[in-house]
């Protein structure tokens, strides 16, 4: 269904992968996307398609042409004839592109207009025919926002503590000790997270410790291991998965399925 493109070498502590949606099938598709920690940006061209979530219902997106990033569990229809293309960034690596001032992390629709340096600047990319020309020119593009992004004040702590939520040691640890472990205060770490995710450090830690154990869970079948992710027990868990998602786990695994390593 989907192919995968890998970036070139210099863009790929920030891009996991380019991906472009398979519309050879005749009938539309329906995807089911709870991307955190791997934040996507997905641009869409074609005809009007509708994104449903248990926080907000049913929307049409009439006339949009980059969906997310999102944080919470949603299903996409995309009909017959839409192309489709994705970066998936690397973990806590997503750009600060946006006009407005909502963060990385948002479940906002985001138009091709609210994104920066220019307004259109996408739409010339979904006139280039060639696929070679469109990674080329979209990965200029991310090659330029991310020179301006490494100026930036707090995006190399930033980095240290998502890295820390991913290696697994502080799921269940508090703000203060996280900030202590990064050699920094608490209102420090504070102020970095709300800039480059508009979420707490806890907010942070339970959305990624949540996608991870889902994850876990999808590889391994066994929900035995949720202590080390932080859960005091099986109802903590359940309450986190709804937060995030608006189903049970057992609901949304079956939704998602289970998935080799």
């Known amino acids: 269904m989907y192919q995968l493109f890998r970036p070139p070498h210099h863009l790929r502590h920030l891009v996991r992968h380019y991906w472009m949606l398979d519309r050879e099938d005749k009938g539309g598709i ?33 006339d949009t042409r980059v969906l997310g990033p999102r944080t919470q569990f949603a299903t996409y229809g995309h009909p017959k004839g839409n192309r489709t293309f994705g970066v998936t960034f690397q973990f806590g690596a997503a750009l600060p592109v946006f006009k407005m001032d909502m963060g990385l992390l948002t479940n906002n629709i985001v138009a091709q207009e609210d994104i920066l340096p220019r307004t259109g600047w996408l739409s010339p990319y979904f006139a ?14 991310l090659t330029h926002l991310n020179k301006a ?13 998502v890295e820390l939520l991913a290696h697994g040691k502080h799921f269940s640890a508090n703000a203060i000790d996280m900030a202590r472990e990064l050699k920094i205060s608490q209102r420090q770490l504070q102020r970095i997270t709300q800039r480059h995710s508009g979420l707490s450090p806890k907010t942070v830690q339970s959305m990624i410790r949540c996608r991870m154990a889902l994850r ?7 929900m035995n291991e949720l202590f080390g992710f932080g859960y005091y027990d099986q109802n903590h868990f359940i309450k986190e998965v ?3 998602t608006g189903h049970t786990p057992k609901i949304l695994l079956d939704v998602l399925g289970t998935k080799g390593p």
């Open 149 to 161: 992004q490494m100026d930036c004040k707090g995006h190399r702590l930033w980095r240290q503590f």
């Open 216 to 222: 876990s869970i999808q590889i391994t079948g066994q």
């Open 242 to 244: 709804k937060r995030w």
């Open 128 to 141: 280039e025919a060639n696929l070679d020309a469109f990674v080329k020119g979209l990965s200029d593009q």
């Open 30 to 62: 329906t995807e089911y996307l709870f991307a955190y920690p791997y934040v996507n940006w997905v641009f869409t061209l074609g005809e009007p398609y509708t994104v449903s979530d248990d926080l907000r219902g049913k929307m049409t997106i009439t």
